[in-house]
Structure formats: C-alpha cells, structure tokens
C-alpha cells in the first residue's frame, strides 16, 4: 500500500479508529503486523494515516480484534474503500489542506449541524459575502488564493442540490445575521439566499435571537458532522490558522449537547425565516 506525507483527516481518522480498536483488544502492533504480514513500522503508519490499508486488511484487523459491532465495521471499510477523487482535489495543492478536509467531512457525512455566531455557515452563504470574509484575512491573502476560496466555498453546495442530498441543520445567532460583512447590500443579498435555501427540505435554519441570553460555546463557529454511525462523528471547529477537528467520545458528548440546547432554544424553522426576513426589510 502506497504512503502519504500528509495525509487527509478522513485517512487519519480511518488510522485513528484501527488503533483505538486495536487497543481495545489489547492487542500489540506487532500482532497486527503479523496478521497482515508486514513490518510493525508499517502498521504504525497505517494507524497515523500515513499509509493507506485496504478494506480487506480492515475487516482481518476487525476480525481478530473480535469486533462485534458490524455497522462500525462496515463503515471502516467503507472508509478504507473510498478512494474516488473528489471534486475538491482539484484544488489540492493550490489551498490550505485543512479547508479541503472540511469539504471532504462534509460531502461524506450522513447528517450535518452547525453552529455559528459571527458569520453563516459556508455552505450557505453566497460568493460576494464569502468574499468579503477571505478579504478581512491577516495578512492579506494574494487576489488569486481569495478567488480560489470562494469558488471553493460555492462549490460546497453541491451537497444540499445532489441527487442525495445532506441534512443540513444551521443554528444562527441573530448577531451572524446582523454582520454586514461586504456592506449592507451584499448582506441583505446573503440573508435572501438564506431565506431561499431555507426552504429546501433537507435545510433547517433556526436562529437564537439576542434575548436568548448566554449560549454554550459563545464565540465559536462548529460544524457537526455525523457518521455512518455515531462512532464516526466528527467535529469541526473554526480558528483563525484555520479548520481544527476532533473526535474523542468525550468532545463528541460534550457538542452533541451543544446542539441538543441550540435545538430547545432557537426559533422554529418559519419563525426563523419571519425573523431574517424582518432583517432584510431593516436593511
């Protein structure tokens, strides 16, 4: 199996999840390597992403490490299977990786949820406003890198208009509404967009209104990515030297009551879109 020098926090998680399995059955690595007739630094690799395994070698390690939980075992090898190019490999080499890896989390994910407080959510948010985001980066980005990133972002929305679409759940605090990032005509350009993407059946917009008082997690933007099965969730958070990601059980208990609380709080789906629609009409 080939290496990567850098590899992919999908390739990693794969690796990730391997060895948490591989520990679980307090197995050493030497055992692994022995089951798949390799070298023991071979297998670390494999466990750190950094080489790539087959879904064959996925379901000897699963086997003899005497999982039983068949949809985790099906969804790693579904891990291991997806070799298909993305679209986003287009941009490989030419952006950031970690803004890939937010695509490639999001196009794979069986269900998304996000949370965001200054700005909306980038899948949802339309090319001048996007702009008008990479535009305010310290230090600067070159002209062309800004360009790349928007035509990135607007190609994000290819996972709420494909043939199967994403559910996407957006938790908006009024103050993301009211940011006018690219002046006022741009945002009431951005919040008609919202309102119309809003309407799609697999899109929830619910927003927090500033009466709402404090909420978990001020400040941070968080994309909730869920797995094929809870095992396989992911969690995204926004940083300004770029995407960060985390998956240990505790984090993922701690934002899965995030949204559980954005969910009892925020305004329900048509008050939402009355709520930016009042916005609009202030701009």
Request: hydrophobic share 40%; with cysteine; proline share 5%.
């Amino acid at each position: 199996m080939p290496t990567r020098a850098t590899p992919t926090e999908r390739q990693k998680r794969l690796g990730a999840e391997l060895r948490k399995m591989r520990v679980a059955a307090g197995r050493t690595t030497e055992y692994a390597a022995g089951l798949l007739g390799l070298d023991r630094t071979k297998v670390s690799n494999m466990e750190l992403g950094i080489r790539s395994t087959s879904p064959e070698r996925v379901r000897i390690l699963a086997s003899n490490y005497d999982c039983s939980d068949q949809q985790y075992v099906d969804a790693l090898v579904e891990l291991a299977n997806s070799r298909k190019r993305g679209w986003w490999e287009q941009f490989r080499g030419s952006l950031p990786q970690g803004l890939l890896d937010v695509v490639e989390l999001e196009w794979h994910a069986t269900r998304l949820q996000s949370e965001q407080t200054v700005h909306l959510p980038g899948p949802l948010q339309v090319g001048a406003y996007a702009r008008a985001i990479f535009d305010a980066a310290l230090p600067s980005l070159p002209r062309s890198e800004v360009e790349l990133r928007v035509i990135l972002r607007l190609h994000r929305q290819q996972i709420l208009e494909r043939d199967n679409p994403v559910n996407y759940v957006a938790y908006i605090h009024e103050s993301a509404l009211r940011m006018q990032f690219g002046g006022r005509a741009v945002t009431r350009e951005q919040l008609q967009h919202l309102s119309e993407v809003s309407e799609l059946v697999n899109v929830e917009v619910r927003v927090l209104p500033v009466e709402a008082g404090a909420f978990p997690g001020a400040g941070h933007a968080v994309l909730y990515a869920e797995g094929a099965v809870p095992q396989l969730d992911t969690v995204q958070l926004d940083s300004a030297h770029g995407p960060e990601f985390t998956h240990a059980d505790a984090q993922l208990a701690k934002y899965r009551e995030h949204m559980d609380w954005m969910r009892a709080r925020t305004l329900g789906v048509r008050e939402s879109r009355d709520f930016i629609h009042h916005i609009v009409r202030q701009l």
